[in-house]
C-alpha cells in the first residue's frame, strides 16, 4: 500500500474514534495519543479496527512503531503490502 | 523476606490507630503534615540521599530525585505559593501528565498548608471547570498545551481563580505566570506549617449518579492511613522498589502513587508515559521493581498480549503485586500465578474512602475473585435497609451494601460544599459505600456491582448526569440516558443513547458530530464510546429518564418493574 493510501485509512479510522480532532492539523511526528487527545482503549479500538479493515496482524510487539501519526502510516504501508 | 502482616488475626486483635500513628513523627505540639512525613523527617533520619523518585520520561530516559531533592524542590514550591498570597486552607489544583512538576506541587502545597487538588490530564473542559468551580481554585498548575487547549476559553469565568503557574513556557501567555522563573527565584528553605491533623489537605473528586461533581475532603490525619495500609496492604518494606501504575489525577495515584510510598521511604517509580505492554515489562525488569500495584484494565490488557513476554523477563526482584480499581475477575488472577509465578492481590477502597480498607495479603490465600479482607483497625460488613433501619445482611453470601464503621484517619471529612450529600452517606453508624457486595464463611468480600446508575470504566467512576448534560448542550439533541454496558477489558464503557429533535435525521455523520462534541467537553476520559440514536428514551410519569430499563434492555435482561414508565422506548 503506497504512503498516500495508508494515511488515508489512517486519518479515516481515527476520525471514527476522535472525530473532534483534524488529522491534516496535528503534529505528525507528535505523541499520537496526546495529538488525537485518545486513551488507551481508543488506541486499541484504533488497531482492531485497522486490523479488520486491512486484514493484517498488528501484533503489541509491534506498538512502539505506532506512537506518532507518520509512524503509523509508516508501518501500515509497509505492512499491507 | 518476611511479610509485614504476617499473622492477620494476630495483628488485627491487637492494632489500634493511636499505635498506627506512632510509627509517624509528628511536628511539635501535636501538628501533623503529609509533606513531612512523606520528605523532610527521612532526611533528618539521615536518608536525604536515597533515591525517592525515578522518574521515567516518554523517551524512555530518567531523573531521579533523591529524598533531599523534593525536600528541596517542595520547598521552593511552598515559597512560590506563599510569595503569590496562598494562604493554609486555599486550593491549589494540579492538571498534568505524570511529570515531576505534579509530584513537587502535590506536596509544597501540603507544606505551605494548602490544599491540594489533582486532576486527570484527560479530561475536558467541562469536567476541569467544574472541578476547580466547585474547590474555588486559587491557584493551577498546568502545561501550556494543556492550558491552551482546556482552561484559556473560560478561565475569566472562575472568580477565585488567580494565579496560572505553566511548567514548560519559556514566555508565558497573558495572565499565566512562568513555574521555573518563580521557582528559581524561590529558597530551598522551608518551615513547613503546622497544620491540625484535621485541617483539610487533599480534594479529590468522583461522581455521582446526579447533580455535579462531588469534592472529597481528606485531611492531614489521613497520613496514618496511608502509611499503614502501605505495610499491611502493600507490603511496603523500606529496600522496596515500589511502582503504583495509577495516575495522581485518581485517588489511588496519591495515596499510593505519592504518599504512601514516600512515608514508607522506599523508591517509587513513575512512568510518564500511557500503558503499553513491552514497556511496563521493561520498567519491571530493568528497574527491579519489587512490589507493584496496578488496575485489572492493564492486567487484562496484558493478558492480550500472552504470558510469552512475561516469562522472557527476569522478573525474579516482583515479590509482591496487587491491583485495584474494580473487582479483578479470577481469569486474570489465574493468569497471574501463571505468567508470574505468583498471584495478584486484589483489593477494595474508594475515594471516600482515603486508602485501602479490605485486601487480600501477602500472607492469606488468594481467593480469586475476592477483593479480600478487611484491614487492621477497619470494620467491613454486608448491610440492608429494613424498615427498623440499616442491620447486617445474615452470613454467608447475602447480598447487600458494603458498609464500614465510621472513624478511621483517611475517612473523607466531608463533600466539599454538600453537607446534605455527605449526611446522606451515614445511616444507623455506618458509612455506606453503594457497592454491592456479600460476605462468605471465611470473612471474604465479594464485589457485586454498583447500587446505583454510575459507570464504572477502567477502575474510574464516571457520572451519567456529566456525560448526559454535555450531549444535551448540542442543538440536535433533545433528550440523552447514559449507561455503561460491560466490556471484558475495562469493565464498562460509557454508551449514550440520544433521541433527536423533530426534524433531525440520524446519520452516521451526525453520531460522529455528537462524539466529538462530547469528546471535545469531557475528553477521552468520560465521553461516551458509543452513541445510539432512539427515537423516544424510556421515561417515568416525571420525565426522568429510566437509564435502568435502557441497561436491562441492552443487556437482555429481565426488565423488572416498570409500573412508573410513562413513556418507552422507540
Given at each position: 500500500m503506497n504512503t498516500l493510501e495508508a494515511d488515508r485509512i489512517l486519518a479515516e479510522e481515527l476520525r471514527r474514534i476522535a472525530p473532534d480532532v483534524d488529522a491534516t492539523s496535528v503534529d505528525r511526528g507528535g505523541d499520537l495519543r496526546e495529538e488525537f487527545d485518545i486513551d488507551s482503549m481508543d488506541f486499541l479500538n484504533l488497531v482492531t479496527a485497522l486490523n479488520k479493515r486491512l486484514g493484517i496482524p498488528i501484533p503489541d510487539a509491534d506498538y512502539p512503531r505506532l506512537g506518532t501519526y507518520a509512524g503509523f502510516v509508516a508501518y501500515l504501508s509497509e505492512k499491507a503490502g | 523476606m518476611t511479610a509485614i502482616l504476617s499473622d492477620y488475626d494476630q495483628v488485627r486483635a491487637s492494632f489500634s490507630w493511636q499505635a498506627a500513628r506512632a510509627e509517624l513523627d509528628g511536628l511539635p505540639g501535636g501538628a501533623l503534615n503529609i509533606a513531612h512525613e512523606a520528605l523532610d523527617r527521612h532526611v533528618t533520619a539521615g536518608k536525604g540521599g536515597k533515591v525517592a523518585i525515578r522518574w521515567i520520561g516518554k523517551d524512555g530516559g530518567h531523573r531521579d530525585f533523591t529524598y533531599a531533592d523534593l525536600s528541596a524542590e517542595t520547598n521552593r514550591f511552598a515559597n512560590v505559593l506563599r510569595s503569590l498570597g496562598v494562604a493554609p486552607g486555599d486550593r491549589v489544583y494540579s492538571l498534568l501528565g505524570r511529570v515531576p512538576e505534579l509530584y513537587i506541587a502535590a506536596l509544597g502545597t501540603l507544606k505551605v498548608g494548602a490544599v491540594f487538588c489533582p486532576m486527570f490530564s484527560a479530561f475536558g473542559p467541562e469536567p476541569i471547570k467544574a472541578r476547580m468551580a466547585i474547590g474555588d481554585a486559587k491557584v493551577l498548575i498546568t502545561s501550556e498545551a494543556l492550558y491552551r487547549r482546556k482552561v484559556a476559553d473560560w478561565r475569566g469565568e472562575l472568580p477565585h481563580l488567580a494565579h496560572i503557574l505553566i511548567i514548560d513556557a519559556d514566555v508565558p501567555t497573558e495572565g499565566t505566570r512562568s513555574l521555573s522563573d518563580l521557582m528559581r527565584a524561590a529558597s530551598s528553605e522551608f518551615a513547613i506549617v503546622r497544620t491540625r491533623p484535621e485541617d483539610m489537605a487533599l480534594l479529590h473528586f468522583t461522581s455521582g449518579t446526579t447533580g455535579r461533581p462531588k469534592g472529597a475532603v481528606h485531611v492531614h490525619e489521613a497520613v496514618v492511613a496511608h502509611h499503614i495500609t502501605g505495610r499491611y496492604a502493600l507490603d511496603l518494606h523500606e529496600d522496596d522498589i515500589f511502582?503504583?501504575?495509577?495516575?495522581?489525577?485518581?485517588?489511588?495515584?496519591?495515596?499510593?502513587?505519592?504518599?504512601?510510598?514516600?512515608?514508607?521511604?522506599?523508591?517509587?517509580?513513575?512512568?510518564?508515559?500511557?500503558?503499553?505492554?513491552?514497556?511496563?515489562?521493561?520498567?519491571?525488569?530493568?528497574?527491579?521493581?519489587?512490589?507493584?500495584?496496578?488496575?485489572?484494565?492493564?492486567?487484562?490488557?496484558?493478558?492480550?498480549?500472552?504470558?510469552?513476554?512475561?516469562?522472557?523477563?527476569?522478573?525474579?526482584?516482583?515479590?509482591?503485586?496487587?491491583?485495584?480499581?474494580?473487582?479483578?475477575?479470577?481469569?486474570?488472577?489465574?493468569?497471574?500465578?501463571?505468567?508470574?509465578?505468583?498471584?495478584?492481590?486484589?483489593?477494595?477502597?474508594?475515594?471516600?474512602?482515603?486508602?485501602?480498607?479490605?485486601?487480600?495479603?501477602?500472607?492469606?490465600?488468594?481467593?480469586?475473585?475476592?477483593?479480600?479482607?478487611?484491614?487492621?483497625?477497619?470494620?467491613?460488613?454486608?448491610?440492608?435497609?429494613?424498615?427498623?433501619?440499616?442491620?447486617?445482611?445474615?452470613?454467608?453470601?447475602?447480598?447487600?451494601?458494603?458498609?464500614?464503621?465510621?472513624?478511621?484517619?483517611?475517612?473523607?471529612?466531608?463533600?466539599?460544599?454538600?453537607?446534605?450529600?455527605?449526611?446522606?452517606?451515614?445511616?444507623?453508624?455506618?458509612?455506606?459505600?453503594?457497592?454491592?457486595?456479600?460476605?462468605?464463611?471465611?470473612?471474604?468480600?465479594?464485589?457485586?456491582?454498583?447500587?446505583?446508575?454510575?459507570?464504572?470504566?477502567?477502575?474510574?467512576?464516571?457520572?451519567?448526569?456529566?456525560?448526559?448534560?454535555?450531549?444535551?448542550?448540542?442543538?440536535?439533541?433533545?433528550?440523552?440516558?447514559?449507561?455503561?454496558?460491560?466490556?471484558?477489558?475495562?469493565?464498562?464503557?460509557?454508551?449514550?443513547?440520544?433521541?433527536?429533535?423533530?426534524?433531525?435525521?440520524?446519520?452516521?455523520?451526525?453520531?460522529?458530530?455528537?462524539?466529538?462534541?462530547?469528546?471535545?467537553?469531557?475528553?477521552?476520559?468520560?465521553?461516551?464510546?458509543?452513541?445510539?440514536?432512539?427515537?423516544?428514551?424510556?421515561?417515568?410519569r416525571s420525565g426522568k429518564i429510566m437509564r435502568r430499563l435502557l441497561k436491562a434492555r441492552e443487556l437482555g435482561l429481565p426488565e423488572g418493574d416498570i409500573s412508573t414508565l410513562e413513556s418507552d422506548e422507540r
Amino acid at each position: 500500500m503506497n504512503t498516500l493510501e495508508a494515511d488515508r485509512i489512517l486519518a479515516e479510522e481515527l476520525r471514527r474514534i476522535a472525530p473532534d480532532v483534524d488529522a491534516t492539523s496535528v503534529d505528525r511526528g507528535g505523541d499520537l495519543r496526546e495529538e488525537f487527545d485518545i486513551d488507551s482503549m481508543d488506541f486499541l479500538n484504533l488497531v482492531t479496527a485497522l486490523n479488520k479493515r486491512l486484514g493484517i496482524p498488528i501484533p503489541d510487539a509491534d506498538y512502539p512503531r505506532l506512537g506518532t501519526y507518520a509512524g503509523f502510516v509508516a508501518y501500515l504501508s509497509e505492512k499491507a503490502g | 523476606m518476611t511479610a509485614i502482616l504476617s499473622d492477620y488475626d494476630q495483628v488485627r486483635a491487637s492494632f489500634s490507630w493511636q499505635a498506627a500513628r506512632a510509627e509517624l513523627d509528628g511536628l511539635p505540639g501535636g501538628a501533623l503534615n503529609i509533606a513531612h512525613e512523606a520528605l523532610d523527617r527521612h532526611v533528618t533520619a539521615g536518608k536525604g540521599g536515597k533515591v525517592a523518585i525515578r522518574w521515567i520520561g516518554k523517551d524512555g530516559g530518567h531523573r531521579d530525585f533523591t529524598y533531599a531533592d523534593l525536600s528541596a524542590e517542595t520547598n521552593r514550591f511552598a515559597n512560590v505559593l506563599r510569595s503569590l498570597g496562598v494562604a493554609p486552607g486555599d486550593r491549589v489544583y494540579s492538571l498534568l501528565g505524570r511529570v515531576p512538576e505534579l509530584y513537587i506541587a502535590a506536596l509544597g502545597t501540603l507544606k505551605v498548608g494548602a490544599v491540594f487538588c489533582p486532576m486527570f490530564s484527560a479530561f475536558g473542559p467541562e469536567p476541569i471547570k467544574a472541578r476547580m468551580a466547585i474547590g474555588d481554585a486559587k491557584v493551577l498548575i498546568t502545561s501550556e498545551a494543556l492550558y491552551r487547549r482546556k482552561v484559556a476559553d473560560w478561565r475569566g469565568e472562575l472568580p477565585h481563580l488567580a494565579h496560572i503557574l505553566i511548567i514548560d513556557a519559556d514566555v508565558p501567555t497573558e495572565g499565566t505566570r512562568s513555574l521555573s522563573d518563580l521557582m528559581r527565584a524561590a529558597s530551598s528553605e522551608f518551615a513547613i506549617v503546622r497544620t491540625r491533623p484535621e485541617d483539610m489537605a487533599l480534594l479529590h473528586f468522583t461522581s455521582g449518579t446526579t447533580g455535579r461533581p462531588k469534592g472529597a475532603v481528606h485531611v492531614h490525619e489521613a497520613v496514618v492511613a496511608h502509611h499503614i495500609t502501605g505495610r499491611y496492604a502493600l507490603d511496603l518494606h523500606e529496600d522496596d522498589i515500589f511502582w503504583c501504575t495509577a495516575d495522581p489525577g485518581w485517588v489511588t495515584g496519591t495515596s499510593y502513587g505519592i504518599i504512601a510510598p514516600l512515608t514508607n521511604a522506599v523508591t517509587m517509580i513513575v512512568d510518564e508515559a500511557e500503558f503499553d505492554a513491552e514497556r511496563w515489562y521493561g520498567i519491571l525488569e530493568r528497574e527491579r521493581v519489587s512490589v507493584w500495584y496496578t488496575a485489572p484494565t492493564a492486567i487484562r490488557m496484558l493478558m492480550k498480549a500472552g504470558a510469552a513476554p512475561v516469562r522472557s523477563r527476569n522478573l525474579s526482584q516482583l515479590r509482591f503485586m496487587a491491583s485495584v480499581g474494580e473487582p479483578l475477575n479470577p481469569e486474570a488472577v489465574m493468569w497471574g500465578a501463571e505468567a508470574f509465578g505468583k498471584p495478584f492481590h486484589d483489593n477494595w477502597w474508594q475515594t471516600e474512602t482515603g486508602g485501602i480498607m479490605i485486601a487480600n495479603y501477602a500472607c492469606m490465600d488468594v481467593k480469586p475473585g475476592s477483593m479480600g479482607k478487611p484491614l487492621p483497625g477497619i470494620t467491613a460488613a454486608i448491610v440492608e435497609k429494613t424498615e427498623v433501619g440499616v442491620v447486617e445482611a445474615p452470613r454467608p453470601m447475602t447480598i447487600g451494601q458494603l458498609a464500614l464503621r465510621p472513624g478511621w484517619p483517611s475517612m473523607m471529612r466531608g463533600y466539599l460544599h454538600e453537607q446534605e450529600r455527605y449526611e446522606k452517606c451515614f445511616v444507623g453508624g455506618w458509612y455506606l459505600s453503594g457497592d454491592l457486595a456479600m460476605q462468605d464463611e471465611d470473612g471474604y468480600f465479594w464485589f457485586v456491582g454498583r447500587d446505583d446508575d454510575v459507570i464504572k470504566s477502567a477502575g474510574h467512576l464516571i457520572g451519567p448526569f456529566e456525560v448526559e448534560s454535555a450531549l444535551m448542550e448540542h442543538p440536535a439533541v433533545a433528550e440523552v440516558g447514559v449507561i455503561g454496558v460491560p466490556d471484558e477489558t475495562v469493565g464498562e464503557v460509557v454508551k449514550a443513547f440520544v433521541a433527536l429533535k423533530p426534524g433531525i435525521t440520524a446519520t452516521d455523520e451526525l453520531n460522529l458530530e455528537l462524539l466529538g462534541h462530547a469528546r471535545k467537553r469531557l475528553g477521552p476520559a468520560v465521553a461516551p464510546k458509543q452513541i445510539a440514536f432512539r427515537q423516544n428514551l424510556p421515561k417515568t410519569r416525571s420525565g426522568k429518564i429510566m437509564r435502568r430499563l435502557l441497561k436491562a434492555r441492552e443487556l437482555g435482561l429481565p426488565e423488572g418493574d416498570i409500573s412508573t414508565l410513562e413513556s418507552d422506548e422507540r
